[in-house]
């Protein structure tokens, strides 16, 4: 049954409840099936969801929250929001060559990313000529002759971006990786540069691994478990079962956070009878509603509280042997605590009372092994990096980190975003992999570093990249400043998108642009050499393998990998040696590849396919840290905070419950009890009253950044809502059009989603309001 194209969503019926105290449990399976529902048939829906994150089955497309021990796994092992990422790939609605006829470009330029979404599947590959605002079909062969051509014609291999997305499995990262730099190319910006990477940047330098070193059975054997800048409720619901789990077992959980987030409050586990009624788990002993920015200087009382805890019973608070056997720069580091901590700025920062750090202070020593996660609240700032390592610090000093049920754990973001990194999907991978690569196919992989996402949107404003190919993702709406980026990308003289579905980014075109559709996850991958599968790894370093169970979307879809080898070998030919019809046929040829190239995947064929798969080993927990010293480093870290003048609010640019990144699946956000719009921004009623502002009332956001470009969001509705005092936050990507391009991290260059000061400015009556 083909479905029709949804109808633009009304915007304003805005309805508030209040926000929920706890996460799951019915409710949230009610609304999966009606989703899933509403896109697809009940027989679609049983086969997608019974297979999914089951051994032989589907991975689950959203989050990159690990499964179970394949023996203990649930027979609904997936969440709410999984079911709405997997059904809203299998849907059953297209976008033909039709709709393009009746929609030009411009027009679909108008249209929310939502409708976009909502439009279905794409199904043939489709060509926008330079002057046109059509796209019309074109054949796959003349499609991807273009792209070759173009890239071809370039003047410097330089002058191309390949960026990626974490959706995509390793075997087709590791094609586009090789593909780019057989070409000649580091260019190869991701969605990793917006979400995690100062999480690498920080785990990198202090303990020479970028992953985090914590399993699942470490997340159960924790005492204590500290959650910054997280909201697992909506964007990693099965971690909500973990620490169920942890608290079972007498573990406390601390969340940190400036939204009392539901998901952290309460729990009911949809998956167990006791879960659906009742009350429910709750989650967080502790939770301490801090101010935007504020963890580092959090972290740092912490950790002086914890020296001077020290100093009163030497030898029973920090580790020393673990600190002189495995650790460096420890007195730098001591001396650099103790003498610039101030408790006034930490107050300020923070927003906390020092009885607050005290208690965690208390907590932290009460445990013998401490777990801390953290996700975008933390890596989306300016001092992203100093922060994660003060993370760094506070677990070295009592030697959590490479033991059970202890370490750090950035919680990652797409499924396979952490994969996409190993098999070489980064602007600066280290000189080992580049030899191995070169060696395994011999050739020079380039040598100088590459562009990452902010950097490549530098490039396209000035002319340096004339070449744009996206694999997955939604480019124009994961980036900051919006129309920028979007005139960045119109400089393009190509645009190419491996797409499943329509998105913003196939509206931002260069003179030509295409649209490459590509078979989902869910989908099988028929290849000459028989069904193929894919594998991911997810954010505790665990690699498995994903079967697509559903017929494809449209005949005339290509695999990823199909895709890339063609376009590879139409525009190299035969100048490197690599076999692209083969890999294009046997995608275990491609993994064989990747157990010559990448450390820790011998015999990957065969472990893949292990029930469960197989673990990377992680270095940090044999004890070893491979720095340059070959030692853990403690680091010294400047204080630093957000600080917004009088009259001004810091915004955090974050995710409804009801959305998949760039893509809102509805203008619902059920746990913070905002339904109908996504057009709102949530204040403390404190703020509010000082700001002679009102719930309800309509204000553009006005960012305050020290140049003179204005941006703008305009028409929001205010929303009192229980968020700390001088914070304010708003949905993604609606708000990117606030965050400066030059405003990013320190060290790993990330757009700062999660501090932007703004003003809010009330709209006059009468004024016009866009969608
Ligand atoms: N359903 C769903 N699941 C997803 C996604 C999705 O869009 N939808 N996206 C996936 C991806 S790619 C990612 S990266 C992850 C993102 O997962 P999250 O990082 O949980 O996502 P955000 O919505 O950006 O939420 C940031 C959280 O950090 C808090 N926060 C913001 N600033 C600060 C701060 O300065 N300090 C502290 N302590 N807290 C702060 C916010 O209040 C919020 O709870 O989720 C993944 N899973
Ligand atoms: N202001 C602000 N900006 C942010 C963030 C924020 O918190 N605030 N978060 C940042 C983060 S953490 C991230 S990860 C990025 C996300 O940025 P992206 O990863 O670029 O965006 P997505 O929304 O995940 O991409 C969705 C699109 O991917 C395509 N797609 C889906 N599945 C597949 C598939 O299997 N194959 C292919 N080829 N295509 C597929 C579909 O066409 C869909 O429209 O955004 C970042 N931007
Ligand atoms: S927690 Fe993440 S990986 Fe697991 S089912 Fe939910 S969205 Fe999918
Ligand atoms: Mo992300």
């Known amino acids: 049954m083909k479905r029709r194209p949804a109808d633009e969503p009304s915007e304003n019926e805005l309805d508030i409840t209040p926000p929920k105290k706890w996460a799951a449990g019915v409710p949230a399976v009610a609304h999966a099936l009606n ?60 976008v033909t060559p039709e709709f393009f006829r009746r929609h030009s470009v411009t027009e679909l330029g108008r249209r929310s990313d939502l409708w976009l979404n909502q439009q279905g599947r ?44 974490g959706r995509a499995g390793n075997e087709a990262a590791f094609v586009l990786q090789l593909f780019a730099r057989a070409f000649g190319t580091n260019n190869l910006p991701d969605c990793s ?27 159960h054997h924790a005492d204590l478990i500290l959650i910054l800048g997280q909201n697992p409720g909506s964007n990693h619901p099965r971690m909500l079962s973990a620490l169920e789990e942890t608290k079972r077992r007498g573990g406390r959980i601390v969340a940190i956070n400036p939204l009392p987030e539901a998901g952290l409050m309460r729990f009911k586990n949809p998956q ?110 300016k001092h992203a990096v100093a922060t994660i390592r003060e993370i760094v610090n506070f677990l070295l000093l009592r030697g959590n980190i490479g033991k059970p049920g202890a370490g750090p754990c950035p919680v990652r973001g797409h499924s396979n975003v952490q994969g996409d990194r190993t098999m070489g999907i980064w602007e600066k ?99 000459a050499g028989g069904e193929q599968f894919i594998t991911v790894e997810d954010s505790m370093s665990q690699v498995h393998s994903s079967h697509g169970r559903l017929e494809p979307a449209s005949k005339q879809l290509l695999s990823e990998v199909a895709i890339l080898s063609r376009l590879a070998r139409m525009t190299l030919g035969d100048r490197v040696p690599v076999p692209w019809e083969e890999f294009e046929g046997d995608y275990g040829t491609i993994r064989d590849r990747i157990a010559r190239v990448v450390p820790g995947f011998d ?8 029930p469960g798969g197989f673990l990377l080993p992680n270095p940090v927990n044999e004890g070893v840290f491979p720095t340059a010293v070959g030692k853990a480093l403690f680091t010294r870290n400047a204080f630093e905070m957000l600080d917004a003048p009088e009259g001004h609010l810091v915004l955090q640019t974050l995710r409804s419950h009801d959305q998949w990144n760039t893509i809102p699946y509805t203008t619902d956000d059920r746990y913070r009890g905002i339904h109908g719009s996504r057009r709102i921004v949530m204040v403390n009623q404190r703020d509010l009253d000082a700001l002679g502002l009102s719930d309800g009332d309509e204000v553009d956001l006005v960012t305050v950044w020290h140049d003179d470009i204005e941006r703008r969001a305009e028409g929001f509705r205010l929303v009192a809502y229980p968020t700390a005092v001088g914070c304010a936050a708003a949905y993604y990507p609606e708000t990117n059009v606030l965050v400066p391009l030059d405003s990013v991290a320190d060290v790993s260059n990330t757009p700062t989603s999660k501090g932007v000061v703004i003003r809010l400015e009330p709209v006059r009556a009468g004024a016009t309001v866009p969608r």
């Open 122 to 165: 794409l199904t043939e590959p489709m060509v926008k000529r330079p002057g046109s605002d059509h796209y019309e079909p074109i054949s796959w062969h003349e499609a991807l002759g273009l792209i070759a051509d173009e890239l071809r014609s370039l003047d410097s291999p330089d002058e191309a971006a390949f960026y990626t997305s």
């Open 603 to 610: 015999n990957y064929n065969a472990r893949a396919t292990r």
């Open 429 to 527: 991978m280290p000189e080992t992999f580049m030899e191995a690569l070169g060696r395994e196919f011999s050739f020079e992989p380039p040598a100088a570093h590459g562009l990452d996402t902010v950097d490549s949107i530098r490039a396209m404003l000035d002319g340096r990249i004339k070449f744009f190919l996206g694999l997955a993702g939604n480019f124009v709406r994961a980036t900051p400043d919006s129309p920028v980026t979007e005139k960045g990308l119109r400089r393009c003289r190509l645009t190419a998108q491996i797409s499943t579905k329509l998105n913003r980014t196939h509206t931002v075109c260069g003179d030509t642009a295409l649209i490459l559709p590509t078979l989902g996850r869910s989908e099988k991958d028929i290849q």
């Open 35 to 94: 989703y899933s529902l509403a896109e697809t048939s009940a027989r679609h829906t049983a086969l997608t969801l019974l297979n999914l994150n089951q051994v032989g089955g589907i991975d689950c497309p959203g989050c990159a929250w690990p499964d179970p021990e394949p023996g203990s796994r649930h027979r609904n092992e997936y969440c709410e929001n999984g079911a709405k990422h997997v059904n809203d790939e299998a849907t059953e609605r297209r």
């Open 193 to 219: 540069n917006m979400c995690h990477e100062s999480s690498g940047a920080a785990l990198h330098e202090t303990l020479g691994t970028g992953k985090g070193s914590v399993s699942l059975s470490d997340i």
């Open 272 to 381: 167990k009878p006791r879960g659906v009624v009742g009350r429910g788990t709750v989650i967080a002993d502790d939770f301490l509603q801090i101010r935007l920015g504020g963890d580092l200087a959090l972290l740092q009382a912490l950790n002086l509280l914890l020296l001077e805890a020290e100093d009163a019973k030497p030898g029973a608070v920090l580790n020393r042997a673990f600190i002189d056997s495995h650790t460096k720069d420890f007195s730098e580091f001591a001396e650099h605590i103790r003498s610039t901590v101030s408790w006034p700025d930490v107050l300020r920062a923070t927003g906390l009372t020092r009885a607050g750090i005290e208690r965690l202070r208390d907590a932290v020593l009460g445990s013998e092994r401490v777990v801390v996660c953290w996700a975008m609240g933390l890596t989306q700032q």
